[in-house]
């Protein structure tokens, strides 16, 4: 019988120097994972990065941190590869990055576009392209996409627009993979209380959303807290490996579809 549990598994998590991919690889890391690959992005993250490594090795599990900027397919294979080279294997593998610009249709540039979809969407395919080849039998695939999935609100369509083909690259793949027994899902929380959400967002915004608690009946703030996001991730690596090809949205009745 396949072995789901998170002890013993090497875990690749790209966007795991902080915020919730750093929450993530601590929390796997207490649950008994063996060792814990870390990408970040850029060297304004590496000091996260090193952070998150230490971290990791006080829980008990190795941990490696690598730096890429994974717009390109040959970026995204080399992080598998290097990741494989130096633990010797991926049992988990997610995929945490991405970027927010909240702007008019009518003012966003080609640049702009190129930039969304080549972080929101091409990193992700091929994130789950190199899944499908490095992760071993019975592997787990999660991505993290975003609420507005859920709801069509103004200024976010390079954002929510570059994330929403992640839906059907996670359909497409958890049909692909499933013969190896891995598992396919992509989880979106609403907006989360994290130095990721306000950089987007004026002032007036964050107001809204932190006095509209009717935004999400479970939430005070009107925000997505990662601590209630990581269980979830938990379950859907070890225990919950039978749900497969869905979209979670997972935002305390932020949003829902």
Known sequence: ????????????????????GGLIARDLAGQGARAVAIHYNSAATGAAAKETVAAVKALGADAVAFQADLKTAAAVEKLFAD??????????????????????ITEISEAEFDD?????????????????????????????????????????????????????????????????????????????????????????AVAYHKSAASLSPFSKTGLTDI?????????????????TGQTILANGGYTTK
């Open 116 to 204: 969304m979809f080549a972080i929101n969407s091409k990193t992700a395919f091929f994130f789950i392209k190199e899944a499908g080849k490095q992760l071993s039998d019975n592997g787990k695939l999660v991505t993290l996409v975003t609420s507005l999935l859920g709801a069509f609100t103004p200024f976010y369509a390079a954002y929510a627009g570059g994330k929403a083909p992640i839906e059907h690259f996670t359909r497409a793949a958890s049909k692909e993979f499933g013969a190896r027994g891995i598992s396919v899902t992509a989880v979106g929380p609403g907006p989360m209380d994290t130095p990721f959400f306000y950089p987007a967002e004026g002032a007036d």
């Open 83 to 104: 990741a494989k080279a130096k633990l010797g294997q991926i049992d988990i593998a997610i995929n945490t990055t991405g970027k927010v610009l909240k702007k008019p």
């Open 227 to 243: 601590e209630d996001i990581v269980p979830l991730i938990r379950f859907l690596v070890s225990d919950g490996w039978w749900i």
């Open 1 to 20: 019988m396949a072995d789901h549990k998170i002890k013993g598994k090497t875990v690749l998590i790209a966007g795991g120097a902080k915020n919730l």
